[in-house]
């Protein structure tokens, strides 16, 4: 698809904007604004505009609407010890695909998520992971992700 394009440091609030649209699709409601949003903000601020940082973003403009985004892909690399299926121990994370409301069904996450898992390819990373909503769970399988074994926990404390 055209019109896909790594985000720069310009599209920093519309990604921030996305994250919430996605946050409140996965969570059933809209988070509350706050000092996530402001967080959020800075990290964007500070990794766009490094080509050799190891976050990476892709949007979609808004069709007829400049300074809007009508789509995004967002993710990570991580640095982990290697093992014997991945020796790199490079691993990568999507952690942000999102859509307005208005651009759904035309392909535009799909492409965001494609030109991110080439930015992962580009940067030797193999394996990619993510978690996903029950609607973009066939996306998912399309571009080859599978549900894994591994049972994942969290802990979330003070600091």
């Keep these: 698809m055209s019109g896909v394009r790594r985000a720069s440091v310009d599209d920093a ?28 903000l800075r990290t964007l601020r500070r990794q766009l505009p490094d080509p050799e940082a190891d976050l990476a973003a892709y949007v979609v403009d808004a069709p007829g609407r400049p300074g809007t985004l009508a789509a995004c892909a967002v993710g990570v690399i ?3 010890l290697g093992g014997p299926a991945d020796p790199s121990g490079q691993s990568g994370y999507v952690f942000n695909v999102a859509t307005d409301p208005a651009y759904r069904r035309r392909g535009f996450s799909r492409a ?8 992962f390819g ?34 979330v404390g003070r600091l």
Aim: with cysteine.
């Design 122 to 155: 580009t940067r030797g990373v193999r394996t990619v992971d993510l978690k996903t909503s029950p609607e973009g769970e066939s996306l998912y399988r399309e571009l080859g992700f599978r549900l894994t074994s591994t049972a994942a926990m969290r802990r």
């Design 112 to 119: 965001c998520l494609v030109a991110l898992l080439d930015w």
């Design 13 to 40: 609030r519309e990604l921030v904007r996305l994250r919430a649209v996605m946050l409140g699709a996965m969570g059933g409601s809209p988070p509350e604004p706050g000092e996530w949003q402001h967080t959020a």
């Design 78 to 80: 991580d640095l982990r």
